[in-house]
């Protein structure tokens, strides 16, 4: 069945690692003949939450009107999010959590979005692939949290410099995770 996808990308680095494997997990979920909306967080101007709790009193997800309202119906939608990013001094970059922080907008605003399917594609310079817990733990309990299935995750350590994904099997995993939705 083919669902709707929204993916959301937290890396500024458009020839990195981590869009490397955003690029081959469009091109596997597309092919299966998903839709893919993608969102580059980094690109956008998306702040923190404000914590007012005046969400949808305007309309709009968030009050604060910054791109994240363009995100949001998206979201709304989707049958599934993958959130993708580097890893940044051992958790989740800034460019991306804007956005995750802003989904309690959703939850504020009473939008029903329990059961969509979620995934994690994340990388890290170190070889220990427990760096990337400060993204993958936060995440994971954020989907409980908000009832979503987290279906999959890609951690591919030991990369940094552009192109170091391509020693790796990370765009191999990154496709293989279209398998699961």
């Not at 091109?27 to 709790?53: L, P, S, W, Y």
């Not at 733990?137 to 410099?161: D, F, T």
Request: some cysteine.
């Amino acid at each position: 069945m083919s669902k709707k996808i929204v993916v959301i990308t937290g890396s500024p680095r458009k020839n990195g690692n981590s869009f490397a494997m955003t690029d081959a997990f469009i091109q596997a979920a597309e092919a299966k003949g998903h839709t893919v909306t993608r969102f580059d967080a980094a690109m956008m101007k998306i702040g923190g939450c404000h914590a007012c709790e005046t969400c949808f009193k305007t309309g709009k997800a968030c009050s604060f009107d910054d791109d994240f309202n363009s995100i949001a119906p998206a979201i709304l939608e989707a049958d599934a999010v993958v959130f993708t990013m580097p890893v940044y001094w051992y958790s989740i970059p800034a460019q991306i959590k804007g956005v995750i922080d802003r989904l309690y907008s959703l939850v504020v605003g009473g939008k029903d979005i329990a059961g969509k399917e979620c995934a994690i594609i994340t990388c890290c310079e170190e070889d220990d692939v427990s760096v990337m817990d400060g993204v993958r733990i936060p995440l994971e309990r954020s989907a409980a949290l908000i009832k979503w299935k987290m279906v999959g995750e890609v951690l591919v350590p030991g990369v940094l410099n552009a192109g170091d994904i391509a020693k790796t099997d990370g765009c191999r995993q990154a496709a293989a995770l279209a398998e699961k939705f």
